[in-house]
């Protein structure tokens, strides 16, 4: 979210935030799930920007009528990715690479298509907190017959270069699934201990 919205006064936060809690209500109901009411133009933006406004508020000062919870209600009701889990991206082999000090025994194979990790990390500035994001690793996998339904969806333009990436979220993982093709890509929901039973997985193979 922009700066100047986190500098606001205490009363035009609150009308932002009622102006965006109306916002995801018309969005489920009237709106019909289109994002061009939404004042963030994305349910991701919108969510994430409810939250950092809200984290803004000093929290003696946070309004009733809107909660993290309430954030995480509108969150689950809006989302339109599709849940996976850990058994979909179950796979032999799959281990994890210094893509910087590569050797030859980390080359991909055939068989396999590429994997990185984003991890949200948070820092404090000035007295504000902010997130961004941190490599958290990358590596090779081969396609196990969950991924291979999901990418069968894709446009398959460049199969030969399909990847996957991992982007960290408050509560869950963005797992988006690409044929090599930006333009062509599916996005899915990886619940926070999918991942870590998954990863698990690499950790003991390495």
């Not at 489920?28 to 963030?40: I, P």
């Not at 349910?43 to 919870?69: C, F, G, H």
């Not at 309430?70 to 082999?93: N, W």
């Amino acid at each position: 979210m922009d700066a100047k919205y986190l500098e606001m006064t205490l009363e035009e936060k609150y009308q932002l935030l009622d102006r965006m809690k109306s916002d995801c209500e018309y969005y489920l109901n009237g709106g019909r799930k289109q994002v061009k009411y939404l004042w963030s133009k994305s349910v991701d933006a919108q969510i994430s920007n409810m939250k950092e406004l809200l984290s803004s508020i000093p929290q003696e000062k946070r309004p009733e009528w809107l909660t993290y919870a309430d954030i995480k209600r509108y969150s689950d009701a809006m989302d339109h990715r599709r849940v996976i889990t850990a058994e979909t991206l179950a796979a032999p082999g799959a281990r994890l690479i210094n893509l910087l000090e590569h050797t030859r025994s980390e080359y991909r194979h055939d068989d396999e298509i590429l994997f990185s990790i984003r991890r949200r990390v948070y820092k404090e500035e000035d007295g504000k907190k902010f997130f961004s994001y941190n490599s958290g690793g990358y590596g090779y996998t081969k396609v196990s017959p969950g991924m291979e339904e999901i990418f069968n969806t894709l446009l398959q333009e460049r199969p030969g270069n399909r990847r996957i990436e991992f982007v960290e979220w408050d509560d869950s993982w963005n797992v988006v699934f690409y044929d090599g093709n930006y333009l062509s890509s599916v996005t899915c929901r990886l619940e926070k201990s999918e991942f870590t039973e998954w990863y698990r997985t690499l950790e003991t193979a390495a």
